[in-house]
């Protein structure tokens, strides 16, 4: 059995951590927009 033949699995524990971060981030960010939005702070004086 040659090293070419073993098929390296992807880290599927990494990908789902990187995925929960970056959903995590998104909802941040947009939690902090939409409370930007109901007070009216979107204008730059």
Known sequence: ???KDKK???PQG???I???F???I???WGSAYL???SRGL???P
């Open 35 to 37: 409370t930007l939005l």
């Open 1 to 3: 059995m040659n090293n």
């Open 22 to 24: 970056v959903i995590t």
């Open 26 to 28: 998104i909802a941040l």
């Open 42 to 44: 979107t204008v730059v």
């Open 8 to 10: 390296h699995k992807t």
């Open 14 to 16: 990494t990908i789902a």
């Open 18 to 20: 990187m995925v929960i």
